[in-house]
């Protein structure tokens, strides 16, 4: 009786066991040795693979069940959409704005409506192409010096060096590009509402004179030295021109505002539904 040759474990001896049984199998040589060989190679090769795959999807981190949210989209504007990033930048620029001192912290509600009335405005002055308003580089520049100097929020970092100013960026997560394009936006905005709301608007003598003794004259104490009429005249034409200025403009932007289309998804910032636009004293 011929003994059954020794069944080995090993598989890199594998090869060897299996031509040795097709050579002393009675099959002959050549191509009948080859095929067993090939064959078995590729069932060798298919169970390393079938061992290696558990092994290695067990290395694998498992697959995180929620998402991580990059950003999102809290309102839309005339299919213009308005970010949560978007909101985080509005209340880092907050401190560069002088009319916010006192106001406390801008809220995210608050944002989200100087946003809408931004979007409406530019999208307005870009429907009218009105290049003429947009401000130089210069006037730019202009306008960063004063702020460096006036701003309340600089008063003890001395914004005016360049060092105090680079610490006060930095203090509040801002960029030297990004003033620059806040302050090129809020010069933009004003030029834009002189040109279109202030010209054809008169003051009067009468109202001046009424303005001084009604608003003005009552500020003072008894005694108190009191300004004649025709010194603060000017002052006083320019104040009730920019009332009536204002006035314009909070009507346009309201109107503006009913004709858009203004959708907030956000159900927490729901509450921002009154426009605000942005303050027309200092820009």
Known sequence: MRRQAPIRTNLADAPAVIFSEVRHGGRGEGSAVVFPWIRVAKDILL????????????????????PVVLDRVVAVVNKHAILASDLDDEIRLSVLDPNG??????????????????????????????????????????????????????????????????????????????VDSYLRYRLEILRFIEQRFRQGIQISPQQIESYYHDTLLPQ????????????????????????????????????????????????????????????????
């Open 220 to 283: 003072y104490a008894p005694g108190e030295g009191v300004p004649p009429l025709d010194q603060v005249a000017p002052r006083i034409q320019e104040i009730l021109l920019q009332q009536q200025v204002n006035a314009l403009f909070d009507n346009w932007l309201t109107n503006l505002r009913q004709q858009g289309d203004v959708e907030v998804l956000d159900p927490e910032l729901e509450s921002a539904e009154t426009p605000d636009g942005p303050q027309r004293g200092e820009p």
């Open 101 to 178: 001192v006192g106001q406390g912290q801008l809220t995210r509600q608050r944002a989200l409506e100087q946003l809408i009335s931004r979007t409406l405005i530019e999208q307005q002055i870009r429907q009218e192409d009105m290049q003429a308003i947009e401000p130089s580089q210069e006037e730019v520049n202009a306008r960063l010096v004063e702020l460096r100097k006036q701003l309340p929020a600089c008063v003890h970092q001395n914004c005016a060096s360049d060092a105090g100013w680079k610490a006060f960026l930095a203090a509040h997560g801002l960029t030297p590009e990004r």
């Open 47 to 66: 169970a390393l693979l079938l061992f290696a795959a558990p092994a290695a999807l067990a290395q694998q981190p498992p697959p995180s069940s929620s």
